[in-house]
Nanobody, 127 residues
């Protein structure tokens, strides 16, 4: 079992930056692949970024490549999402998630590959 709690959301002007954090409980955190997803009003939840269990692999949605960076600190049971050059279209509730499977070699990009979800944190980017 893994419990996830996101923090770091807020209101920021276009072009600004935010860093989201996701604190995880559980002794086996380092063995889970981790991901960030987001959901804007009236839209489906979509993939943003993911990192494999051993930090070797990352994956990003095309819309955030070059602007967002996912990282993890297994000693702190925390995964981060650094968001730079934010745009109004980045406005959404951001969720972190942990994979169904332990030790995934690849960064997982599909919602069905994730079993544990946080409650979400709101990010609002004003123009």
């Amino acid at each position: 079992q893994v419990q996830l709690v996101e923090s770091g959301g807020g209101l920021v002007q276009a072009g600004g930056s935010l860093r989201l954090s996701c604190a995880a409980s559980g002794r086996t955190f380092s063995r889970y692949g981790m991901g960030w997803f987001r959901q804007a009003p009236g839209k489906e939840r979509e993939f943003v970024a993911a990192v494999s269990w051993n930090i070797g692999r990352t994956a990003y949605a095309d819309s955030v490549k070059g602007r967002f960076t996912i990282s993890r600190d297994n000693a702190k049971n925390t995964v981060y999402l650094q968001m730079n050059s934010l745009k109004p279209e980045d406005t959404a509730v951001y969720y972190c998630a942990a994979t169904r499977d332990l030790d995934p070699r690849e960064a997982r990009m599909q919602k069905y590959e994730y079993l544990y979800w946080g409650q979400g944190t709101q990010v609002t980017v004003s123009s």
